[in-house]
């Protein structure tokens, strides 16, 4: 999620997208340009594991990708933004050389937002209905403070999972499907 702002009411999307990129990364939405906060250890440990997941499940089987971190940028909705994790079905990776290279990938399929201290409940859960209304087909806001996992589909339903409740994605991705508690026992490495 950002932090840092910095303003600059003239600069268009393709300017922004010929700046170089920064650690953290940068975002971009209406001519704001933002900075994201750097992730601490909770977030971080969810931002590898969880695509490790996916991608070990999914992958095999060319069905989907997980990647952390990355560009996606959207002319309509004048906004380039960089998801913690980007989940795309197999037949809508871009392939595309150039493309690659300049963060051209459409919305993701999934797109997911790890909660670092500091950063706002509301804020993220906003930015995660923002990803669905551009073309995703879910987001997800993980909270390790709270243990909690707030689903966001395009049909306006919210799901707040914990604990026992499985978040199951397997409508979008086939067999995508964890007990919330058990992504979160991973931060203890017991």
Same mark, same amino acid.
């Given at each position: ?130 990803? /669905? ?15 909690? /996992?707030?689903? /966001?589909?395009?049909?306006? /339903? ?33």
């Amino acid at each position: 999620m950002t932090i840092a702002q910095r303003t600059r009411p003239t600069m268009t999307l393709d300017e922004f997208l010929a700046l170089p990129e920064e650690k953290p990364a940068l975002e971009y939405q209406d001519g704001v340009v933002t900075q994201k906060m750097a992730p601490n250890r909770d977030h971080g440990t969810l931002q590898a594991i969880i695509p490790t997941w996916i991608n070990t499940n999914a992958q095999p089987r060319r069905l989907a990708f997980a990647f952390p971190e990355l560009r996606t940028t959207s002319r309509p909705a004048n906004a380039s933004l960089v998801p913690d994790v980007s989940v795309y079905i197999w037949d809508r990776i871009e392939r595309d050389r150039e493309a690659r290279t300049r963060g051209a990938f459409t919305p993701p399929d999934i797109a997911i937002e790890i909660a670092s201290p500091g950063q706002g409940r509301r804020r993220l859960i906003e930015r995660c209905r923002r990803f /669905v209304e551009r073309g995703s087909r879910a987001a997800g806001l993980i909270d390790p403070r709270r243990q909690d /996992v707030v689903e /966001v589909r395009p049909d306006g /339903v919210e799901r707040q999972l914990r604990g026992e409740d499985i978040l199951d994605l397997g409508d979008i991705v086939p067999g995508l499907a964890i007990v919330v508690g058990e992504l979160f026992a991973a931060l203890t490495f017991d």
